[in-house]
């Protein structure tokens, strides 16, 4: 009996293994599956904007060679039947990101949440970029309903074409592509008067509006955001200039920057070729909470900063795509 007991429990402790072990083989695939889907994301937004790919690359060659580690992905969408932040965030629910706090951005008559990544899950490849430790994720929406009833009207008429493909939000991302159909010139003229952001959309649609490197990860000088900053006006990148060039929160511990958007040709449905607003670059620096100050720098770890973000300073981000900052770029 007592050797019937000792087999029965050799076999329970190698299934208990074996569980284990496929568990953790399923989560690093699951794993693999989100940051190849991250990684999509990325190339498309590399291939349409020149600047954010000069300026990692810059920013690598100082660092040499060292990860570059994002602070959070942005994406904007039409908060309308369904388009709006749920369309992305399931996405990231489903692998485990948690929903903090919500912001909202009256003026604009945008609201926006963010997610934090999942704990214990594993770096993969080089750990730099989409493979290194997992981003924030920033979804904002557009109030619709808060809009006049002709860019209402505009927007629920391409949102229409689309039919169900807000569930395809996450591969729309991942591919480049539009779930809508290609709007007319006219119609993103007339929506742009209103909302900047409304007009970005109907032209981009759910592809990364920016990636925001954390530039306290960063080993070199460069990691302070002040000093990033001039380095890379020095080298000849406009930067954001809305509310100054610098935006800090109420409490001085969260810093971040941007560039002004690239701008990209659009052939629109009927036949217009326009160049339109594409996407950008963001910097931050998370500052030590108080509590955590006496800690030395080598122990230091992400949750000893400051987190989550800030109305004040994202207003001004918001505005990297805006006529008056891209018209400031070209001067």
């Not at 602070?71 to 992305?88: M, N, P, Q, Y």
């Not at 002040?226 to 000849?236: A, I, S, V, W």
Request: proline residues 4%; hydrophobic residues 35%; charged residues 25%.
């Amino acid at each position: 009996m007592a050797g019937n007991r000792s087999l029965c429990t050799t076999v329970h402790a190698s299934k208990s293994e074996v569980d284990h072990q496929f568990s953790s083989f399923q989560g690093n695939e699951e794993s693999l599956l989100m940051r190849s889907v991250l990684g999509s994301m990325e190339r498309v937004y590399l291939q349409r904007n020149p600047t954010a790919k000069a300026i990692l690359e810059l920013v690598k060659s100082v660092d040499d060679g060292d990860k570059i580690c994002y602070d959070h992905l942005a994406f904007r969408t039409f908060g309308v039947k369904g388009h709006g932040i749920e369309s992305l965030a399931n996405f990231f629910l489903d692998y485990g990101y948690k929903q903090q706090e919500e912001l909202r951005f009256p003026a604009k008559k945008l609201k926006a949440l963010w997610f934090s990544p999942p704990s214990g899950v594993p770096d993969a490849g080089s750990g730099s970029g989409v493979n290194g430790p997992l981003p924030r994720i920033f979804i904002s929406e557009l109030l619709v309903d808060q809009l006049s009833p002709q860019a209402q009207e505009i927007i629920e008429k391409y949102i229409e074409t689309s039919g169900n493909g807000y569930k395809h939000a996450t591969l729309a991302s991942a591919l480049g592509s539009l779930t809508w159909k290609k709007p007319f010139f006219s119609d993103f003229q007339q929506l742009a008067r209103e909302s900047e952001y409304a007009a970005w959309t109907l032209v981009n649609g759910y592809a990364l509006n920016h990636v925001t490197i954390s530039t306290h990860r960063l080993k070199t000088h460069l990691r302070r955001i002040k000093t990033l900053n001039q380095f890379l006006q020095e080298n000849g990148f406009k930067l954001n200039s809305e509310g100054g060039v610098l935006k800090v929160s109420p409490d001085g511990l969260l810093l971040q920057s941007s560039t002004v958007a690239d701008s990209i040709s659009f052939k629109f449905s009927d036949g217009i070729t326009e160049s339109v607003p594409c996407s950008y670059i963001e910097f931050a620096e998370r500052l030590v909470l108080p509590q955590y100050k006496n800690i030395p720098e080598e122990e230091l770890k992400e949750f000893h900063r400051r987190d989550g973000f800030e109305v004040g300073n994202a207003d001004k981000i918001f505005e990297s795509t805006s006529k008056e900052q891209l018209t400031r770029r070209t001067a």
